[in-house]
C-alpha cells in the first residue's frame, strides 16, 4: 500500500487548499478512504471519509466546510477544505480505512501534507 499525500501549504484564516491523496497497491475501488490530521502536541483524529458508495463522513468541526471526494479511475482521493480556520492546522493524512476504524490501531500513516492556517 503507497499513499502520497500533496496540497498543503501556508494559507490566510478564511482561505482554501486542496488537498490529494494518490493511492497504489490496493484495489482504490473497494476501499472507503478517510483523512485524518494530527494537531501540533495533539493524536490523531479523523476528519472525513468516503465510503465506496459514495457517502460521506465529516467531523462536526469541519462539516459545511470541507469536501472529500474521489476519483477511482485515478485511484485518487481529495479534501477540499475552504474557510480554514487556525485550528486547521495540522498534518493531513490519507488512509486506507472507514473513518470509523479505531484510529489508535492504524498505524500505516504516510508523510503527510502540512497545513498552516495564520496570518
Do not use: H
Not at 58 to 83: C, H, P, W
Amino acid at each position: 500500500v503507497r499513499l502520497v499525500e500533496s496540497g498543503g501549504g501556508l494559507v490566510q484564516p478564511g482561505g482554501s487548499l486542496r488537498l490529494s491523496c494518490a493511492a497504489s497497491g490496493f484495489t482504490f475501488s473497494a476501499s472507503a478512504m478517510s483523512w485524518a490530521r494530527r494537531a501540533p502536541g495533539k493524536g490523531f483524529e479523523w476528519v472525513s471519509g468516503i465510503y465506496t458508495d459514495g457517502s460521506t463522513y465529516y467531523e462536526d468541526s469541519v462539516k459545511g466546510r470541507f469536501t472529500i471526494s474521489r476519483d477511482n479511475a485515478k485511484n485518487a482521493v481529495y479534501l477540499q477544505m475552504n474557510s480554514l480556520k487556525p485550528e486547521d492546522t495540522a498534518i493531513y493524512y490519507c488512509a486506507p480505512v472507514r473513518p470509523d476504524y479505531p484510529i489508535k490501531q492504524y498505524k500505516y500513516w504516510g508523510q503527510g501534507t502540512q497545513v498552516t492556517v495564520s496570518s
